[in-house]
């Protein structure tokens, strides 16, 4: 285990507005904000065609072939993440979704697009005085959390 610590700064309610897609609009909030790292809860609706990474297809195959979920319809959605600069100061969102519809539902990162059916919901509460960031690391290649 590594760890850091942080101490809470601002908190916002946004919401997000029908077609915005969910990681773009959030990191170009807190890009905007000078938001260098955060935590977040959202709920609302995801609109049919959203993307979900829900997997890798293998294990721990490398390379890592990430799996994806088209939404079929509109879905309830509830989520949580992390929002953490990468080594230029660019904030990156990470973040799960569970979305449901009927009685299926599937849970998998918002990364690859899910784009927002009317309104969604999101706190974010900004930590500050935190030295974590968002390095690539091998052998997989894309972003994780360094404390």
């Known amino acids: 285990m590594k760890y850091s610590q942080a101490r809470q700064g601002r908190v916002f309610v946004l919401r997000l507005e029908d077609g915005e897609i969910v990681h773009e609009v959030i990191e170009q909030f807190a890009l905007d904000q000078g938001i260098r790292a955060a935590a977040l ?3 609302g609706g995801a609109d049919d065609g959203s993307c979900l990474v829900v997997g890798p297809r293998q294990g721990r195959v490398l390379p890592i072939e990430p799996m994806r979920h088209f939404l079929d319809g509109t879905h309830e959605v509830a989520g949580t993440g ?4 990468d080594e ?3 904030p990156l969102l990470h973040m799960h979704m569970a979305c449901g519809r009927q009685d299926k539902s599937v849970t998998g990162c918002v990364r690859q ?3 927002v059916w009317h309104i969604m919901e999101v706190v974010l509460f900004e930590l500050v005085d935190s030295t974590a960031r968002r390095t690539i690391q091998p052998p997989m290649g894309w972003p994780f959390l360094e404390p």
């Open 82 to 85: 992390t929002l953490f600069a």
């Open 41 to 43: 809860l959202i709920l």
């Open 88 to 90: 230029t100061g660019t």
């Open 113 to 115: 697009g899910v784009k």
